[in-house]
């Protein structure tokens, strides 16, 4: 039986199927080594580069910086996006360049700007330094941690970020008009109203779409509203031959796109090669929004309402004519995205965490990087 499913196993790695195996003795102890993973530094540099460096779960898994930085201090292009609910994201990155969680995960591992390692071997022998996390995986996968390689390590991450869920907020009890867990009012007056606005006249859930009980406030669709156009404006030509030229040599996208700001700003078109997708980018979640600071691809907008301000902009400029609202109407704008933060992430951040968030109590520095199973999808 055991022989039989390490065959089986063995089969899809060797095959090349699927990133991801097809089959898992044990989801949770790969969940839970997914997180130990996903906790530990791990870099080719000095060993200070965890995925949670970048993605920290006391911001909704961003960094809070305007790029992201990895090894030896390096800047990439983009800001971090959160990792909250993208299980169902069909395309990944801000650019869409991806489409499963489990291909991804070895591109920041072999990013040179974000952890640095040169080959998957690289991360496995790194993985086998610290035993423990080595062992932690090995289990989950029933194999001696000698026979651990990448595509473990990206089953057992992926199998953790997939987890994340963040359907909790003030606006959920809202749209689904469940009673108000004591001390988590519903919406306030001010953020309903900021709703209406939100779906009606100031357009937004045209693409930060609100249906369904547990709205992702994305159409996961790629769209231009002008950030960043600067960068390419008026020399198109020259860019646009450099991202061919890079394709053409074979240069892995995840690397042009995260050491070149201006490739970067192209957006999706790096991806399709499409000229109408120049400038264009995935509609972010505005879940946990008011706690993701800076805004944008580039992070270049520093607060919410300059980022509420420049969306309203480039609704007046596409619609041909400007959309006014009143300083009343932006703060109850303003107040609703505020509301649709989950207080279940925020650990760590003097928040009060509540009782049935498995994250648990606010931990202390000892316990930050021991690991806790976080607020699953499905209920054990
Ligand atoms: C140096 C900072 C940094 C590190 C370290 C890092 N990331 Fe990221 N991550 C980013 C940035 C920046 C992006 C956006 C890149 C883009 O869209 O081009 C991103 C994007 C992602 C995405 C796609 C999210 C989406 O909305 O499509 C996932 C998933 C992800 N990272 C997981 C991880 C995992 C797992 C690790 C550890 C193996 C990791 N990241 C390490 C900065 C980092
Ligand atoms: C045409 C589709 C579209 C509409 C309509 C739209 N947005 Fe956006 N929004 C986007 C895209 C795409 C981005 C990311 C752009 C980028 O990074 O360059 C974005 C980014 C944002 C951000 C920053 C989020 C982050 O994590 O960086 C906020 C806040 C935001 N929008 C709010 C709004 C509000 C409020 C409205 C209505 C006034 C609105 N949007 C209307 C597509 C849209």
Redesign the pocket.
């Known amino acids: 039986m055991r022989a039989g499913w390490l065959w089986l196993v063995g089969l899809s790695f060797a095959l090349g199927a699927a990133a991801q195996p097809r089959i898992s003795p044990d989801v949770q102890a790969l969940r839970f080594a997914g997180e130990r993973l996903f906790m530990t530094p791990l870099d080719a540099g000095s060993g200070r580069v965890s995925c949670a460096s970048c993605h920290s779960a006391e911001r909704a898994f961003t960094d809070g910086k305007q790029v992201s930085e990895g090894i030896q201090g390096q800047l990439g292009t983009r ?1 971090a ?2 990792l909250l609910n993208l299980r169902a994201t069909p395309d990944l990155f ?1 650019d869409g360049r991806r489409q499963q969680l489990a291909e991804l995960m070895l591109d920041p591992l072999l990013n040179p700007v974000e952890h640095g390692f040169k080959t998957p071997e690289d991360v496995v022998v790194a993985v086998r330094h610290q035993p423990e996390l080595a062992d932690a995986v090995a289990k989950a996968f029933g194999v001696r941690s000698q026979r651990l390689d990448a595509r473990h390590i990206a089953a057992a991450l992926s199998a953790f970020v997939g987890s994340l869920e963040s359907s909790d907020a003030a606006v959920d009890r809202h749209v689904t008009s469940r009673p108000p867990i004591a001390g988590q009012p519903a919406l306030s007056p001010s953020a309903v109203r900021g709703m209406d606005l ?1 779906t009606g006249r ?3 859930a ?3 779409t609100v249906t369904g009980p547990k709205p992702l406030f994305t ?1 996961n669709q ?7 156009t600067e960068r390419w404006q008026g020399r198109l030509a020259a860019l646009t031959q450099q991202v061919v030229a890079a394709r053409q040599a074979g240069q892995p996208l995840d690397h042009a796109i995260l050491n070149n700001a201006d490739l970067a700003a192209l ?1 999706r078109f790096a991806v399709t090669l499409n000229p109408a997708d120049i400038g ?7 879940r946990n ?1 008011a706690i ?1 600071a ?5 992070g270049s ?1 520093a607060t ?1 309402e300059a ?2 301000d420049q ?2 902009y ?2 007046g400029q ?1 619609n041909g004519r400007p ?1 006014i609202l009143t300083p009343d109407e932006k703060s109850d ?1 303003i107040a609703f ?1 505020r509301e649709l933060t989950d207080d279940a992430f925020l650990v760590g951040s003097g928040m009060p965490a509540r009782a049935d968030s498995s994250f648990g109590a606010v931990p202390t520095a000892a316990t930050r990087n021991e690991v806790r199973p976080p607020r699953r999808t499905a209920p054990p």
């Open positions: 800001n996006p959160s801000w939100f100031a357009q937004c045209a693409c930060h159409d790629f769209h231009a509203v002008g950030t960043g957006g264009k980018f995935r509609t972010p979640s505005l929004v993701t800076p805004y944008m691809h580039d907008v919410l980022a509420v969306e309203i480039y609704r596409s959309l704008l995205l």
